[in-house]
């Protein structure tokens, strides 16, 4: 894991020392990550997301949707600096660990810390502009149409999805196509990133937002001859 280590993170290797000791400190404590998860934190965590950066472009603008403890999102900034990077997550007790995190890692020039939903972030919330980027990264947040149907909005045309998915991925994929293509994604493609680095591969499902498609409006209630809508 050393080598696997140095290889991912370079010269900002104790940066990521620092994330991986809150983590397992702070972390474990505001049950952001489980007690059993601490023994684990740079295999099953740090470097599985590190590896992902080998897919993203450079300069890029990054979103991270349901970031929870930082994963990917605040592991990417720290292995890749060219990146701009915000964390979206709506929990309160999640935001307020990444905020701290930010500022402790003395990362807040090029990380944002969003609270909110994926749809908030998309549309703009509490007055803030709509967020967009270049690349929309999650991690275990949910099954792939939910997933595209949260994160596509956010990627600029040309952009793309790039999720961090298990073994079963490929069978995601052939169950939920149709969705993805309505969304106006391409065609998902599976990765391994960091072959020859860590044992196993990160995979991940990397999706190209081909056309800008409006959200989807939900329909009114159909209303009674006497004015009321009538519920169902």
């Known amino acids: 894991m050393a080598e696997a280590a140095r290889t991912l993170f370079g010269d900002r290797l104790d940066l990521a020392a620092a994330y991986a000791e809150l983590l397992a400190t702070d972390g474990v404590v505001r049950g952001l990550i489980g007690p059993r998860e601490a023994p684990r934190i740079w295999d099953r965590h740090l470097l599985n997301c590190a590896a992902v950066a080998e897919r993203i472009p ?52 090029m990380v944002r810390v969003f609270r909110g939903r994926a749809d908030e972030a998309a549309s703009g919330a509490s007055g803030a502009a709509p967020l967009t980027g270049d690349v929309v990264t999650a991690r275990a947040v949910a099954p792939l149409d939910r997933l595209s149907t949260w994160c596509l909005p956010l990627a600029v045309r040309g952009g793309r999805l790039i999720a961090l998915k298990g073994a079963s991925v490929a069978e995601e994929i052939a169950e939920h196509a149709g969705t993805v293509t309505r969304l106006g994604g391409g065609t998902p493609e599976i990765h391994r990133c960091g072959e020859g680095i860590i044992d196993p591969p990160t995979t991940v499902v990397e999706i190209v ?18 004015g009321r809508s009538r519920r169902r």
């Open 58 to 109: 450079q300069g890029a603008t990054v979103l991270d949707v349901g970031s929870g403890a930082g994963l990917p999102g605040l592991v990417l900034a720290i292995a890749r600096p060219d990146l701009t990077v915000t964390l979206i997550e709506p929990l309160a007790r999640r935001t307020s660990f990444l905020i701290e995190t930010v500022e402790r890692l003395g990362l807040a020039k």
């Open 209 to 226: 937002r081909e056309r800008m498609v409006a959200p989807v409006r939900p329909k009114a209630p159909k209303r009674s001859r006497g």
